[in-house]
């Protein structure tokens, strides 16, 4: 009875330091309470898997990155969306995109026509950059040197505003 008097102490010397830990990883009040409520329930609820002479607030912190990292990983797998599409031009495009107008969709069906149109040498490292991929990243995976993805890239948008200039 002893030691579950002072594990739950100890918990609750921690609370105001989980706290600020649990803000620096979500930059929110209500979801760091949120993840410092899941982190001493989760606690309690594994009591009985700590060891008395390992690093109590070790152990308490290591849980409540566990399960930012968790929820993390769960909140980006509910927000992946599965294109279809053929071309994937729906893939990256945000939910105020216009699609759902028909001058919208026309707009987007014409870029994508342009971009494809480019040579393979421009394409795809600016289809890669639209994607998301970062520069270094674009020319880790193309084996080529900084400078001609940053060039490629930037010749591909001069393109584009020159073929699509009309939707300024």
Same mark, same amino acid.
């Given at each position: 009875?002893?030691? $579950?008097?002072?594990? *739950?102490?100890?918990?609750?010397?921690?609370?105001?330091?989980?706290?600020?830990?649990? @803000?620096?990883?979500?930059?929110?009040?209500? +979801?760091? *309470?949120?993840? /410092?409520?899941? &982190?001493?329930?989760?606690?309690?609820?594994? +009591?009985?898997?700590?060891?008395?002479?390992?690093?109590?607030?070790?152990?308490?912190?290591?849980?409540?990155?566990?399960?930012?990292?968790?929820? @993390?990983?769960? %909140?980006?797998?509910?927000?992946?969306?599965?294109? $279809? &599409?053929?071309?994937?031009?729906?893939?990256?495009?945000?939910?105020?995109?216009? /699609?759902?107008?028909? +001058?919208? %969709?026309? #707009?987007?069906?014409?870029? %994508?026509?342009?971009?494809?149109?480019?040579?393979?040498? @421009?394409?795809?490292?600016?289809?890669?950059?639209?994607?998301? @991929?970062?520069?270094?990243?674009? #020319?880790?995976?193309?084996?080529?040197?900084?400078?001609?993805?940053?060039?490629?890239?930037?010749?591909?948008?001069?393109k584009l505003r020159a073929e699509l200039g009309d939707y300024r």
């Amino acid at each position: 009875m002893k030691t $579950k008097q002072s594990f *739950e102490q100890r918990l609750v010397g921690l609370q105001a330091n989980l706290l600020n830990f649990a @803000y620096q990883l979500t930059s929110s009040r209500e +979801e760091a *309470e949120d993840l /410092l409520q899941d &982190t001493t329930l989760k606690a309690l609820d594994n +009591e009985d898997k700590y060891v008395d002479n390992v690093n109590f607030k070790g152990w308490i912190f290591t849980i409540m990155r566990n399960i930012f990292i968790n929820n @993390y990983r769960q %909140s980006v797998r509910q927000a992946t969306v599965v294109d $279809k &599409t053929e071309d994937l031009y729906l893939l990256n495009i945000s939910q105020d995109s216009g /699609l759902n107008t028909p +001058e919208g %969709s026309y #707009a987007v069906r014409e870029i %994508s026509e342009a971009v494809n149109a480019f040579s393979d040498e @421009y394409r795809i490292p600016f289809n890669m950059y639209v994607a998301g @991929y970062k520069y270094h990243e674009i #020319a880790d995976k193309l084996s080529l040197p900084l400078g001609t993805i940053k060039s490629r890239i930037f010749f591909a948008r001069k393109k584009l505003r020159a073929e699509l200039g009309d939707y300024r």
